[in-house]
């Protein structure tokens, strides 16, 4: 029971943060639109807030159902949330560091791709 009551305040508490990045979100929005119209849409930063924004939207309708008992938090809304973050968290290096950790990302890809390609040459070649 002692559990059940914890778990409650604290989604409660994540609700109450939840509700208020909306509302200073819905604020953002308009000044933003206000100022730049819809080309506000092309800076990234501003993207990953309106993703925010709408994690927080869907993570605050099924808590408030979670609260009333109706049903559980879904996983692709813990999800969304998490991609949220991730997306927020990428302007918060510096820009030297997003294009250096880019490189090493796609440097491994590019190498995983090539070792893939050169394995499924070998392969073909020795079934001729």
């Not at 509302?23 to 993703?51: K, M, P």
């Not at 813990?78 to 991609?83: E, F, G, N």
């Not at 968290?89 to 995983?112: D, E, K, N, R, T």
Request: with cysteine; aromatic share 12%; net charge positive.
């Amino acid at each position: 029971m002692k559990l059940q009551i914890k778990k409650e305040y604290r989604l409660i508490s994540a609700l109450c943060a939840n509700i208020l990045i909306i509302i200073l979100e819905v604020i953002a929005l308009i000044l933003s639109l206000i100022e730049h119209g819809l080309e506000n849409f092309l800076f990234y930063t501003q993207d990953s807030n309106y993703l925010a924004m709408a994690a927080s939207a869907f993570f605050c309708v099924y808590a408030m159902k979670e609260l009333r008992g109706k049903s559980e938090m879904l996983k692709w809304v813990h999800s969304l949330r998490y991609i949220s973050v991730s997306c927020l968290m990428v302007y918060s290096q510096p820009w030297y560091m997003s294009v250096i950790w880019c490189i090493v990302i796609l440097g491994i890809a590019g190498a995983l791709a090539f070792a893939v390609r050169s394995l499924h040459n070998l392969i073909y070649k020795r079934k001729i």
